[in-house]
């Protein structure tokens, strides 16, 4: 083992070295070094992200210390930017890192296409005003109006996060985010119910007369649920048990095949009779993948993802090749069998796997010179990982913070919910127009209260929703926060933040989508889209 593959041993486990190059390729943008904003950047330095720049125009105050870990007491009066890029540099020397000095309006002014270099651009202490422009710029691959969509940009992740006292908020704006590895619990597909012709061999290749206990209480439970619903299908039409009446007989078949308590196998094979009695067919979500505009008009822009998706479309249609059916993931679980039974099961399905996939490859590269895209510029690797996880593919599409603000997604609000944190954040942003400063951040904190709840009633109103469904209890208490950051509460909100960045970073698990609320004082929280 090499000292990379020692140093990210345990994350490695997690999203394996794709997910790791992934990583490793990514730039991350860090707009003011706030107690959040350090804590997400370290723990996406940790696991090696490729490069961060940090852009920041404050100093370090009083303030600073008493809510960031990383910024100390020598840090008192020097550049926020370069002492942040300092001291979270020195977690890990496998990851580059910038910073400048400026105010990110001043730098668009100078470079309007500055966004650009970025894969996702994370926001901290900004007004509405900038977010909404900042958003706007990553929805379009990090260009200006002037330059909307160039040829080759993508779009780009946008993270606005944000902490007052015990609440946390972050918002994640991107128009489209595919997912292949999106790590299910169980990705075995055993065809029980539509055997193909090697894995009935398989199963008929099993004496259940012989007379050798070890030998009988070792067949794998995939051959005895084969052998029990081959002979429930010559009684039944030809069907499997659909009823759960019926399934309930079929596994008292089985329990009355049993020689002993101590036959693990059968028991294996009971417990996996209302699974294997579900129809195999394609799910609903994917489906509707196959039948998306993207997939169904492909260009020489179009991402792998819907190349792949056509492309699986194509194999399923052809029944000759596919039977109608998702290419077969190839994984089986543990069970008890004898070491080379279960071995030849595994390379059973691991077979008929890469025969799926390459039936798959050969549409793949008619696809690819139909475009007029180079053969094989979709790898082997990537056609057998989308294979492989074809039952479980998912695409999120964000909304806008334009339409956020302007078409809201917003119904009656639950008063025991965390949404009515959201309306006071939004509340809060109104006030800072009108006021230049947020609720509670003057003198005498308790003169805002009405202001910011007479707020939070027109935006209420302009929503459809009665004044009263936030407390003005609550209103109270942000006013009460000042705008104030608790390094705990920023802690925690760094950490989920983090760790949906790596999910859109790597394209691996499901990340949020597209609100997270937190409420330290109840330690609860959701995830809402707006």
Known sequence: MDAKTQKYDRQLRLWGSSGQEALESAHILLIN?????????????????GQF????????????????????FDSLGKQRAERAYELLGELNEDVKGNWAAKDIHSILKEDPGYLAQFSTVIATDITRETAEKLAALCWVGGQDANNRNPAGKKNITFVWVKTVGLFGAARIAVPEHTIVETHPDNVADLRIDTPFPELSAFAQSFDFDTEDSLEFGHIPYVAILLNYM?????????????TYAEKNELKANIRAGMRSVDDENFDEAISSVLRSCQPTTIPSEIKALVNDPKCEHLNAESENFWILTRALR???NDHTKSDGLL?????????????????TLQSIYKTKAKQDVQEVSKVVESLLSSLGLAAGSISQQEIETFCKFSAFLKVIRYRSLEE???????????????????????????????HGRYPGEGENWEDDVDQLHANVGTLLQSWGIANDAVSKDLTHEICRYGNGAIHNIASLIGGVVSQEIIKLSTRQYIPMNNTFLFDGARSVSAVFAV
Not at 230 to 242: A, F, V, Y
Not at 327 to 343: C, F, H, R
């Open 314 to 316: 194509d194999y399923v």
């Open 327 to 343: 290419p077969l993931s190839g994984t089986i679980p543990d069970m008890k069998a004898q070491t080379d039974s279960y071995v």
């Open 33 to 49: 070094a706030s107690a959040v904003g350090c804590e997400i950047l370290k723990n996406l330095i940790l696991p090696g992200i």
């Open 404 to 434: 956020e603000y302007h078409q809201p997604n917003t119904k009656q609000i639950d008063p025991d919910s965390v949404f009515p944190y959201y309306v006071l954040l939004r509340a809060s942003d109104s006030f800072y127009d009108d």
């Open 230 to 242: 081959d002979k429930w299908k010559q009684t039944h039409n030809g069907k499997i048990p659909s």
């Open 53 to 72: 720049t940090i852009v920041d125009p404050g100093t370090v105050s009083q303030n600073d210390i008493g809510s960031n870990f990383f910024l100390d």
